[in-house]
């Protein structure tokens, strides 16, 4: 019941959606007037804690916040209790599994020049768009930063901090994260 009632939201926030999205629990997503978030076929979001096993800390969150911001998120993804939040862009390819507390943010939140911050110019914010290929696995708690491309079918091992672009097939780990394996 309430699935059903939250996706007469996302229609009414101008998310798109497709076929079979399961939700476990109850995610916030907020798609900001002027930008665009759509989630393919057969997608799971969980945000309940008992929903992933690994313990989630938070509901997964999913949100655009000026407009011209771009979410797209491909068919068979999962995503546990993570957030995506995007000034600029974000995608995530098909068959993509987002572990628990996975944060991906295109954006640095605040200035990082003194002078903006202190006037909280927020055109000074700095952002890159995101680009996560096809059938990869986050592992949990990974941050993935402003301007990161991670090629398809790669592994991100848990807790990396991933910034920069990766090339396909490998496993990225570490702070900062490396390939330390091609597969």
Known sequence: ???????????????????????????????????????????????????????????????????GAVIEIGDNVGISGATIYARSKIVIGSHTNIGGNVKILDNDFHPVDPEARLIDDKEQIGTAPIVIGKNCFIGCNVLILKGSKIG?????????VVSGSFEDNCVIAGNPARVIRKL
């Not at 398809?152 to 990396?160: E, K």
Request: glycine residues 10%.
């Open 1 to 67: 019941m309430i699935s059903s009632l939250y996706k007469l939201f996302l229609n009414f926030i101008h998310v798109k959606y497709g076929k079979k999205l399961t939700l476990k629990g109850v995610p916030f997503i907020y798609n900001h007037k002027g930008a665009s978030i759509a989630i393919g076929d057969n997608c799971v979001i969980k945000s309940s804690f008992l929903s992933n096993l690994v313990g989630l800390y938070s509901r997964t969150i999913i949100l655009t916040r000026i407009p």
């Open 152 to 160: 398809d079918n790669c592994v991100v091992g848990g807790g990396a």
